[in-house]
């Protein structure tokens, strides 16, 4: 056990795969992740300001797109910072405590991100298959209580995930990805421990797979109730309200599944790399555009708050 830790304690520092270490191209590199950043950042931000200030948007379904835009924010705030960092100063550490926070952050956010999807889908399912019920069930207390339950499983979900990684011996410190990536981690360990996050990364596959069943069951019963509302006007309406949420699940679904879907293989490659940043980054950046697209209050609320 004492050589298990001087093992793990020997590496101070991780080293994270560059895109490239022509320098030309990683100042090319850093401004487009700085683009890509600030869209993301901007259009979350600007449905936080919305939502809290516009009182026609204090309402459960906008309230659980509040807690989704900070959760993005924070997604992918802890990937592409650092991206941005190495590429402009060509220096690709990250030290031991920085891979662990990274590690940590984005379990939490991402698994939040996940929770919240699903409770946005129970929010829906209420509004269109149980209207009158719907004060009953979607009360304030009850919208806290569940923002704080997905909080509450983000947090057990990152110290779960965290502590499992990080309780191996690494034998090497070169990480085949640009941030500090659980499975790519796990390929560096030198014990039998490293089972105990696989065992983990199944559990919240299966986790994953059953929250996706639900929300398609969900969507299958309010695509009935939309179809048995007698006017087109009040079908367009009900889809409306429905059709955001069902593109950003699409979204971090299919991003998911074309990450981790993929053969597992022990070297990089640019397909990679690609994978990393289609599930790091773009979903971060649709989601607001999505959302103030489909929906005439927020852009009616973001319209008020621009001009």
Not at 210 to 215: H, L, M, P, S, W
């Amino acid at each position: 056990m004492k050589d298990n830790m001087i093992n793990v304690t020997s590496i101070s520092t991780f080293l994270l795969l560059e895109f490239t270490n022509v320098r030309d191209l990683q100042i090319a590199y850093f401004f487009v992740f700085l683009a890509l950043y600030l869209m993301a950042i901007t259009g979350n931000l600007l449905i936080i300001i919305a939502v809290t200030l516009d009182l026609h948007l204090h309402t459960p379904m906008f309230f659980f797109l509040l807690n989704l835009a900070v959760m993005d924010i924070g997604t992918i705030s802890v990937t592409v910072p650092k991206s941005m960092a190495m590429s402009l100063t060509n220096n690709r550490s990250i030290s031991f405590s920085g891979c662990v926070a990274q590690v940590f952050s984005y379990f939490f956010c991402l698994s939040s991100d996940f929770f919240l999807l699903i409770i946005m889908a129970l929010d829906r399912y209420v509004a269109i298959c149980n209207p009158l019920q719907y004060g009953r069930v979607m009360h304030k207390g009850a919208c806290l209580q569940m923002v704080a339950t997905v909080w509450i499983i983000g947090l057990s979900y990152a110290i779960l995930h965290t502590g499992g990684t990080f309780a191996n011996t690494f034998c090497s410190n070169m990480v085949n990805q640009f941030f500090c990536e659980v499975p790519q981690l796990l390929k560096l360990t030198c014990s039998k421990t490293f089972l105990v996050e696989g065992g983990l990364l199944i559990l919240s596959c299966i986790i994953g797979l059953g929250g996706f069943i639900f929300i398609i069951i969900t969507y299958v019963q309010i695509f009935a109730a939309v179809l048995s509302i007698p006017s087109v006007h009040g079908q367009k309406k009900a889809l409306s309200t429905c059709l955001p949420h069902l593109v950003v699940v699409s979204v971090f679904i299919f991003s998911a599944v074309f990450a981790y879907g993929k053969p597992p293989s022990n070297t990089s490659s640019d397909l990679d790399l690609a994978v990393a940043v289609i599930y790091a980054i773009i979903p971060p950046i649709l989601n607001p555009f999505i959302y103030s697209m489909r929906n005439k209050e927020l852009k009616a609320a973001l319209r008020k708050l621009l001009f």
